[in-house]
């Protein structure tokens, strides 16, 4: 069975500082591994993926994730927080190898990422 | 905007009663999921449709039901509704075809249900 898990329900940074929110995650064989935002009263949005190739992953609004296979974790990082940066993130996972016809993504409880002015 | 609509956006409604939550996928999207949002257990997968056939459940309860139509249109019905059915309902959909799973999903907007 895929999970993931996201350990801080809570980050909070200083405006202009690096931020990173952590997840790891446990699955057969080699993960797709997937980041999204959730704004308040919004959907969720995608930012990156992971599927293979080079550990570091380039996404939306300057977020970039790095896979790290030994330690099964993927967390988010940006050099630079601003204001607007504050949601709520989710890391979800899926299993290639998982049986059948079963594409779903498993997620992580989320984190809310809170940028102080 | 992702594409994905979703219908009603907020709904209140009664102990007991039972309710229709809609979802239009994007253009050209086959697959459908749908999934469950409450505070107490996060995001939670409840199933996923592939042009109109059922290819998985998560942890849908006995009283909900789903179905996905053939012009791709999918209904998740919750019937029988409790308090602790009150959460935000998102579907989602994605192109992927029977072998490649490395596609992501893109959400509707949801719709909270609120049951009194």
């Known amino acids: 069975a895929q999970s993931v898990a996201q350990p801080e329900d809570q980050v909070n940074v200083a405006e202009g500082n690096p931020l990173t929110v952590k997840c790891t995650y446990s699955?057969?064989?080699?993960?797709?591994l997937f980041w999204y935002v959730q704004y308040p009263n919004r959907g969720l949005q995608f930012l990156l993926k992971?599927?293979?190739?080079?550990?570091l992953v380039k996404g939306s609004y300057g977020f970039e994730a790095e896979f790290n296979k030994s330690q099964t974790s993927f967390h988010l990082k940006k050099p630079s927080a601003l204001v607007s940066d504050s949601a709520l993130y989710f890391c979800?996972?899926?299993?290639?190898?998982?049986?059948?016809?079963?594409?779903?993504?498993?997620f992580g409880k989320g984190t809310l990422l809170t940028v102080n002015p | 905007d992702s594409g994905v609509t979703q219908t009603p956006k907020h709904l209140i409604t009664a102990t007991g009663q039972r309710v229709t939550l809609r979802c239009s996928p994007r253009?050209?999207?086959?697959?459908v999921y749908w999934y469950q949002q409450s505070l107490d257990q996060g995001l939670q997968f409840l199933i996923q449709?592939?042009?109109?056939?059922?290819?998985a459940k998560g942890n849908i309860l006995e009283r909900f039901s789903a179905q996905q139509f053939p012009d791709l249109h999918s209904e998740l019905n919750l019937s029988s509704l409790e308090l602790g059915d009150s959460a935000l309902y998102f579907c989602?959909?994605?192109?992927?075809?029977?072998?490649?799973?490395?596609?992501?999903?893109?959400f509707g907007e949801g719709s909270r249900l609120t049951v009194l």
């Open positions: 989602a959909s994605s192109t992927l075809e029977n072998r490649d799973r490395t596609g992501e999903l893109f």
């Open positions: 699955v057969s064989g080699n993960p797709y």
């Open positions: 992971y599927i293979t190739g080079d550990n």
């Open positions: 979800a996972v899926r299993d290639p190898l998982s049986g059948g016809s079963n594409y779903k993504l498993t």
């Open positions: 253009s050209g999207d086959l697959s």
């Open positions: 449709y592939y042009n109109g056939e059922e290819r």
